[in-house]
Nanobody, 127 residues
């Protein structure tokens, strides 16, 4: 069975940092895209960052330079290191994955192309 498990997140002050982790269990794909999305309160879900099976990272303009996405300790684990946090980073964060690295460059365009989703993790940034 293939599914995503998220961990990390929580609360931090503005300017601080947090780390999220996502593990794709049961995966055996050689080509894949794993991505982070977030949904702020009262707003639509938006793309944050993505990582393809070649290790190439993609970022939204809102987090570029502050967040870093990278492979974790195992092949199908993706970490999101969030630094210089802002109040507007407060959201429910979701991990997503699909069996094609071709999705990564345009991951922000349509999140419906991702079949696998994590359970969601709340991130709250306070002043």
């Amino acid at each position: 069975q293939e599914y995503l498990v998220q961990s990390g997140g929580g609360s931090a002050q503005a300017g601080g940092s947090l780390t999220l982790s996502c593990t794709a269990r049961g995966f055996s794909y050689s080509s894949y895209c794993m991505a982070w999305f977030r949904q702020p309160p009262g707003k639509e879900r938006e793309g944050v960052a993505a990582l393809d099976s070649d290790g190439k990272a993609f970022y939204s303009d809102s987090v570029r330079g502050r967040f870093t996405v990278a492979q974790g300790g195992t092949k199908y684990t993706m970490n999101l290191q969030m630094g210089s946090l802002k109040l507007e980073d407060t959201a429910m964060y979701y991990c997503a994955a699909e069996a094609s690295k071709r999705l990564c460059p345009d991951y922000e365009t349509d999140d419906r192309v991702f079949y696998y989703w994590g359970q969601g993790t709340q991130v709250t940034v306070s002043s």
